[in-house]
């Protein structure tokens, strides 16, 4: 009897487990992902192995790509190209990866995607928003299924114009995406708001990105007078500069203020209450943006899974795993050239919606999300309230003005 239960126990295990296809097909596909995972901005990685896991947890759980079952594996770039670059090389040359996902900082995707055309490994970037990377440093390897700097940006401008504001200032991080965010920002609200004036580098801020103390670059800021200030810090510095700014006054002055990515849920789950209301903020995805059954469904699940409302960053790590998914199955192969050609034209919904990655420049067309800081007692953050969604074709330059001509 006892012989017989252990035979029927094994068989419903057999039954349960997901299947895989005959041993021949049954080789992991294997994914890399490179986020920061340590240091001020390691909740950004956090957030986006969690989502990872998640959409590795559902994928698997339904067979995994092309009978395949998927393996993550994760490495951490620490914000540093030369980390960054090496944590590729290890999970190209000696995991055999078959894909990359990743990328925080858009100084070290600058960096590092130059670096696929030798790898010709498949990399799709979820987070570090420099436009450089779908435009003069393109390549054919290098996707970026999320918002970029420069669309997330023309957004702001458009919200900026509708304001009374005609004299702007900005406080930054002192590298290519701070910098980057201001001559945009420049450009766009020009553009629709002739009028408008821009202090001059003296009455601007650009803080090194290992500042703790922002004090010195606020007091410049409220010195200056401006009647609206673009803030694009984030992770640690963002959460930094808030507690500090708040002390300080800063968000009763008499100005208009411009978060580029103040509704990141990490920075929110940090601030809480301490977030000021009434701010314009934006971000790459927000969980209450829509009720698509898609985003219901990642909301639900992630909320379930780990006990917290998921970010942009997670929302990026599963979104990308599942475009990847998208891509194989169209390819019919995990090779990688196939896979990059499946990658190019690629249309797919997603939690934030259905996107389309541009072949021209392998940017994805997806919407820009910003909205207004408001307190709910059904929620222990921030929440946005009312949400201003941008379509793609609002806020995306045209091919023929990224730099990048990959077609």
């Known amino acids: 009897m006892k012989r017989v239960l252990v035979c029927i126990s094994i068989l419903l295990l057999l039954f349960a487990a997901p299947s895989f296809g005959a041993s021949s097909n049954s080789k992991p596909i294997k994914v890399g992902f490179v986020y920061i995972m340590s240091g001020p901005f390691a909740t950004y990685g956090q957030f986006a192995k969690q989502g990872a896991e998640l959409a590795v947890a559902e994928i698997n759980a339904k067979g995994g ?18 980390v960054a670059a090496r944590a590729f090389r290890k999970l190209v040359y000696q995991e055999k990866v078959d894909c990359l996902i990743g990328l925080d900082s858009s100084g070290v995707a600058k960096s590092v995607v ?88 003296a009455q601007t801020a650009f803080a090194p990105i290992k500042t703790t103390d922002f004090s010195p670059y606020i007091t410049k800021i409220m010195q200056a007078k401006p009647e609206g200030v673009l803030i694009s810090l ?71 899974r780990y006990g917290q409302y998921p970010s942009y960053n997670a929302h990026g790590a599963y979104s990308a795993l599942y475009a990847y998914k998208a891509a194989v199955e169209k390819a019919g192969s995990a090779d990688k050239e196939a896979v990059v050609k499946a990658l190019e034209g690629l249309t797919i919904e997603i939690p934030v919606g259905k996107i389309t990655i541009r072949a021209e420049d392998h940017q994805a067309l997806t919407p820009a999300t910003w909205g207004k800081t408001a307190s709910d007692p059904k ?7 009312p949400v201003k969604i941008f379509p793609a074709e609002q806020v995306t330059p045209p091919v023929e003005k990224t730099g990048c001509h990959l077609k």
């Not at 054919?140 to 702001?156: D, E, G, H, M, P």
């Not at 971000?283 to 943006?289: E, G, K, P, S």
């Open 65 to 82: 790509i092309l009978g395949r079952p998927v393996k993550a594996l994760f490495e951490d770039s620490r914000g540093k190209p030369d």
């Open 114 to 201: 130059p670096l696929m055309k030798e790898m010709k490994t498949p990399l799709i970037i979820t987070h570090a928003a420099t436009p450089d990377v779908t435009g003069k440093v393109c390549n054919k390897y290098t996707f970026r299924i999320s918002v970029n700097l420069a669309q997330n940006v023309k957004a702001a401008a458009l919200l900026a114009a509708q304001t009374k504001a005609k004299k702007w200032t900005t406080i930054g991080p002192d590298y290519a995406f701070g910098h980057q965010s201001w001559e945009y920002f420049q450009k766009y609200l020009k553009e629709v708001k002739p009028d408008v004036e821009f202090l001059p580098e």
């Open 234 to 304: 984030w992770g640690g510095n963002l959460i930094d500069f808030v507690r500090q700014a708040s002390e300080m006054g800063f968000f009763k002055g008499n100005w208009e203020v411009l978060m580029t990515l103040g509704a990141a849920t990490e920075v929110l789950y940090a601030l809480k209450d301490k977030m000021p209301e009434g701010l314009w903020v934006g971000t790459r995805y927000w969980f209450l943006a829509n009720n698509s059954p898609i985003n219901v469904a990642f909301r639900d699940a992630y909320f379930k």
């Open 379 to 385: 929620y222990p953050i921030r929440i946005l309230k």
